[in-house]
């Protein structure tokens, strides 16, 4: 799935997995951390993700 | 041609007298050049109907889904991986197939044809040899070499003979080899791209498409009773032709193929708009081999990557 989605275009860094236990609460703030900072030095074309209004004809 | 034709009437006109089969599904003329259509044939008076040539694209494992009868069918190479492929998720049981094989040398690509010639094309015939197909319409005939106006899946295609069968039509063809046919070029083009060319890549590959779902409907492997892009509660992907919402629909589709698709081409074939829509499941295709040494279709006793767990899976991605 990250790979055909990077193949179509979305950005390597801007789709993160990671296993995290219930148990795991520090692990978790790390990784949502990592992935804001990740995701956030990526802003640049937010917006092609973003439905345009429909045009009306 | 008239060889292959003749015997897949012999057989099944064979087939239906002595009672093994209630039906047998093939091909026959559609009422457009190019556009040959599933036939359905009950009685031995049917049979006389079944055509077989270059046009015979679609993939014809789409219509015994969830049948009870026993099913007589015509299958070229990427049929029977998808009959191999419904076998294995019990959407038909082998008892109830019988397969008649045909040994494929490559389907004609109506979109590459039509945009070659002026004007409408009224008919097409190829030469006994396999070599040649002519066209000719109002004012115009032309003929081509076949294997320029192939269809791409089908010029790459390393599997021609049938994989499972209960009879062959005609001897074997000799399979293309990975050193005479480079499976993945178009893919790998795309992955040497930057992410930003990527999307304008697909953007401009999906910007013809008007959501019609010609490439689910012809696709053996769309067989779900309501598809994800028809339910509204919950409405999983928006109806609209907005850029995004067709994406979504697009890579979902691809998805809900990956590791069973046989790269038969039907969708690309079916698609009014001739959008290559191969480019999403030839990526899935490539990965599943790479990932899994995965090619859907080929046995009927494993199950598909994306259905089982095995320890050595490859799982780099997660942190």
């Known amino acids: 799935m990250k790979n055909l989605l990077e193949h179509m275009g979305i950005e390597p860094g801007r789709l993160h997995f990671s296993w995290i236990s219930s148990a795991e609460s520090t692990k978790f703030v790390e990784v949502a951390k990592q992935v804001t900072e990740a995701t956030l030095a990526l802003t640049s074309k937010e917006k092609k993700y973003m439905k345009t209004k429909p045009k009306v004809a | ?319």
């Open chain 2, 1 to 319: 041609m008239t060889s292959y034709t003749d015997k897949i009437r012999e057989i099944s006109k064979r087939l239906l007298k002595e009672g093994k089969v209630d039906m047998v599904i093939g091909f026959a003329k559609g009422s457009v050049p190019m556009m040959h259509q599933p036939m359905f044939a009950g009685n031995a008076g049917d049979v006389d109907r079944f055509a077989w040539d270059g046009n015979c694209g679609i993939n014809l494992a789409n219509y015994v889904t969830d049948r009870k009868e026993k099913i007589g069918i015509v299958a070229k190479g990427c049929d029977a991986r998808n009959l191999a492929v419904h076998i294995v998720e019990n959407k038909i049981s082998r008892d109830q197939l019988y397969i008649i094989g045909v040994p494929c040398t490559g389907m004609i690509d109506r979109h590459k044809i039509t945009a070659r010639v002026p004007g409408e094309i009224e008919a097409l015939v190829e030469d006994e040899a396999g070599k040649t197909v002519t066209v000719s319409g109002a004012g115009f005939s032309e003929t081509f070499d076949r294997a320029d106006v192939l269809q791409e899946n089908c010029a790459l295609c390393m599997h021609r003979n049938p994989v499972i069968y209960d009879e062959l039509i005609a001897d074997e063809v000799p399979e293309q080899s990975e050193k005479e046919v480079d499976r993945y070029a178009a893919v790998r083009k795309v992955e040497e791209m930057s992410p930003d060319e990527k999307w304008a890549y697909f953007e401009d590959l999906l910007s013809d498409c008007i959501r019609c779902y010609a490439c689910r409907n012809a696709c053996p492997l769309c067989y779900c009773p309501t598809c994800f892009v028809d339910e509204s509660k919950p409405q999983w992907v928006g109806k609209s032709v907005d850029p995004t919402d067709i994406r979504i629909f697009h890579f979902l589709r691809a998805y809900h193929c990956a590791g069973r698709c046989t790269d038969c081409g039907a969708c690309v074939r079916s698609c009014p708009m001739g959008i290559n829509v191969r480019a999403l499941t030839k990526k899935l295709e490539k990965d599943c081999l790479e990932n899994f040494g995965w090619e859907a279709g080929l046995t009927t006793d494993q199950r598909p990557p994306l259905d089982t767990f095995k320890p050595d899976d490859p799982e780099q991605f997660i942190k």
